[in-house]
């Protein structure tokens, strides 16, 4: 038992000095700092909160950059500025020297803890060889998800034609106190980097997951698949969907879907539905993982120091036209203002109350998504439908989850009801901006000319919706700009136009 409390009081410091530090690009602990000896001591690391649960940082800056989202002037302005700057999409997000980009700022700092256990593990105490391999793994995989985070945020989109020459995101390997020498690594280096991570490290890592917070097989694979299928590689990513599929299904305790139909009626495990924060289901509760093949979530309610609260944010008309009205996804979503007042929005906007925790790793319904969509660009158009449809009869009546027969036969339109199902399922989350930039750069015009490229701000004035202000998104910035403060920090690092 004392020798468990001892692990517990590493864990906390390790917390601790995580969060603390705010030095160079790195944000590090100082050199020398040795805190983990046996290999117990590095798995537990990996248990750390940090690498799945983000009170700040995840995807609260991209939420804001979505095409899918408006504003509405009654609650927008009472959000942090960041989040206001990031709607606008404008080039300077973080213009001050003390503002932060918790994005930028945590991922580095878990970076720096995921080089140590990477360079370390392998010499550590007391475990065995193929304990050490797996958790190397383990950290590997959890380094490529970072990088997929720096890379869709401050980097160019993958294009096959520009990404050697695209400036893409530092690659760091180690943990050097002192170090300010850091180069931008092209786009094309990154996803390598990235691939060659996952790819060294999917035979190491376990097939059953300990904890849902944990790489596993699946995950891994299924993690890849999505990378390849940013690149435009849906050959590639369709065997190792498969394969995630597969290792889900023989799996022990695998994740599984909540199917809304029963959660959602007389006794379900969603109700009741509070008027003020919506329904009693995992939107509410960062510790459900039922669905989560890999598990990570991020803080994206209202504003309370996280950087950027979800303050005003609300469905634009075309998002919210997306959804049947027997679709019980809607439950997330209130027609009232977000004050508390349970005033009515006049504009009939809609706002996601009921999704104050959003998980961003890997769900079991995006794996579906990703399946469909990777199925439909190969033109196995039937598979598509049916792992769609799957996904559809336990988010509404079955009799309304269909796909509609006029879409079923025609490859490109059923990629864009795919594209659609994931707005009505993941909508003012932040998934969209990661799909807005991998279409933008799209072969196929059709699917390019879907991302939409202005935010309206709303209000109601002498009984009409009216527009306020139109801001509109230049292709520049579907990469953000490098904070000025890393750059300062960084003499060598060019930043983005």
């Not at 193929?130 to 190397?136: D, G, P, S, T, V």
């Not at 690149?231 to 590639?236: G, K, N, Y």
Request: aromatic letters at 12%; a negative charge.
């Amino acid at each position: 038992m004392k020798k468990y409390s001892n692990k517990i009081v590493f864990l906390l410091l390790t917390c601790l000095i995580l969060v603390s530090c705010n030095d160079d690009f790195l944000d590090i602990v100082p050199k020398g700092s040795q805190i983990a000896k046996t290999t117990e001591d590095y798995d537990l690391l990996l248990n750390n909160p940090t690498y799945y649960f983000h009170s700040t940082g995840g995807w609260q800056a991209p939420r804001w950059m979505g095409d899918e989202i408006a504003a509405d002037a009654h609650d927008v302005y009472s959000s942090d500025i960041q989040a206001q700057l990031l709607f606008h999409w404008e080039d300077e997000i973080y213009p001050r020297e003390d503002d932060t980009a918790w994005d930028l700022r945590n991922g580095l700092l878990r970076l720096y803890a995921l080089n140590n256990i990477i360079n370390q593990v392998m010499g550590s105490e007391e475990g065995t060889e193929a304990e050490k391999k797996a958790l190397l793994a383990e950290a590997k995989s959890n380094r490529a998800f970072e990088y997929f985070q720096f890379i869709n945020l401050y980097a160019k989109p993958y294009s096959e034609a520009t990404a050697s020459s695209d400036l893409g995101f530092p690659i760091v390997t180690t943990s050097d106190i002192n170090e300010n020498n850091f180069t931008r690594a092209s786009v094309q280096e990154v996803y390598d980097f990235i691939i060659e991570d996952l790819t060294s490290s999917i035979e190491y890592l376990p097939k059953e997951r300990s904890f849902n917070t944990r790489f596993t097989k699946p995950a891994a694979k299924g993690f890849l698949a999505k990378i390849y299928m940013f690149m435009a590689r849906f050959d590639e990513a369709l065997p190792l969907l498969n394969e995630a599929f597969d290792d889900l299904n023989t799996s022990t305790n695998p994740p599984s879907l909540y199917d809304y139909n029963v959660e959602y009626a007389a006794g379900g495990s969603f109700l009741p539905i509070s008027p003020y924060d919506g329904p009693n289901g995992p939107g509410n509760d960062p510790n459900d993982f039922q669905e989560s093949v890999l598990a990570r979530v991020y803080y994206s309610g209202a504003y309370s120091g996280n950087g950027a609260g979800n303050e005003g944010i609300v469905l634009n008309p075309d998002a919210a036209s997306l959804y049947e009205s027997s679709d019980l996804r809607l439950n997330v979503y209130s027609d009232t203002y977000g004050d508390y007042s349970l005033d009515v929005n006049p504009n009939g906007f809609l706002r996601k109350y009921g999704i104050q925790y959003t998980r961003y790793g890997l769900e079991l319904s995006e794996l579906y998504l990703l399946r469909a969509e990777c199925k439909a660009r190969l033109n196995d158009l039937s598979g598509a439908v049916t792992d769609v449809e799957f996904l559809r009869e336990k988010r509404m009546p079955v009799a309304d989850a269909e796909v509609p027969a006029s879409i079923v036969s025609d490859q490109v339109d059923l990629i864009k009801f795919i594209l659609e199902e994931r707005i009505r399922e993941f909508a003012t989350e932040g998934y969209r901006w990661f799909d807005m930039r991998r279409l933008s750069v799209d072969s196929n015009t059709e699917l390019a000319d879907t991302v939409k490229d202005t935010h309206n701000l709303y209000d109601y004035v002498d009984g009409e919706t009216v527009v306020l202000e139109t801001f509109t998104l230049k292709p520049e910035r579907l990469t953000l700009r490098i904070p000025q403060s890393y750059i300062d920090q960084n003499p060598n690092m060019e930043n983005n136009p």
